[in-house]
């Protein structure tokens, strides 16, 4: 009963959460590459060093999706004891993390590089970039320590003012952004057309860019409350898929919004020669 007892634990606590993350993750991987396509087929005048991101962000997720499937095979068809589970996806999660970390640094810097185009003003950008930098450090800083002195107890602290700095990080850069383009409306809007699609602009900017500050702050709940249950090291996993797909949503959007644009410049012309 106790031997029961025991593997049920180890399913539901630990492996549980990550082939269910794997499941997701190789969802988002599905949802990027899709998205990987329509990009280069619909942007092949895009800034080269833009591309090449995107081939950068699409090698990370690669990467990152293979060695999360390689420690769940391992454990759940290779080995069996608790340790041996548990250093299993030890190893393959530090890798993750380390390949994660430059993953959403891309993807934020990125993100920064429009928000100073919106607001012409350094102070904001410049402040989002410390709180990436210091992101980045940490998950680097946890990535590249050796297996064995990863403690959840030792690294608690760490781990949790992460997820803070990336909460806040994707909160600032996500509302910053929406409040400079809505502000930049009263300037350019002719007509109630013009006016619905910036409402649409701000709508899109703010759904995209706060999946991954409620992903992270799931993460961290998770953690402060379950720290033994390994949900928040899932949640923590697919943050490097909605990087990916948010960066690359921004991009594709630009067709969509273009085309809307055209459609409702069109329209004003019409309503200006009515009246």
Known sequence: MADTAAATLIVTSLIGPVVVSLVLSGILYGCALVQTHVYYKLFQRDDWRLGALVAFEMVLQTVHLALLFVGVWQTVMTVYSENQMTSVLLNTTIVGIILGGPSAFCVQAFFIFRLHSFSQRKPLPIFCSILITIQLAFTLTIGASPPEAVSLQK?????????????????????????????????????????????????????????????????????????????????????????????????????????????????????????
């Open 155 to 275: 690294w608690r602290g760490f781990i949790i003012s992460t997820l803070f700095i990336a909460i806040c990080s994707d909160t600032i850069i996500a509302v910053s952004m929406s409040y400079y383009l809505k502000r930049s409306k009263t300037g350019v809007c002719r007509t109630t057309r013009t006016s619905r699609l910036i409402d649409r602009m701000v709508l899109y900017i703010l759904a995209t860019g706060m999946i991954t500050s409620i992903t992270a702050l799931l993460a961290g709940i998770t953690f402060y409350v379950i720290p033994n249950n390994f949900v928040w090291l899932a949640f923590c996993d697919l943050e490097a898929g909605l990087y990916a797909n948010s960066f690359l949503a921004a991009l594709n959007a630009r067709a969509l919004f273009s085309r809307r644009s055209s459609n409702s410049d069109s329209a004003d012309d019409r309503e200006m020669s009515v009246t």
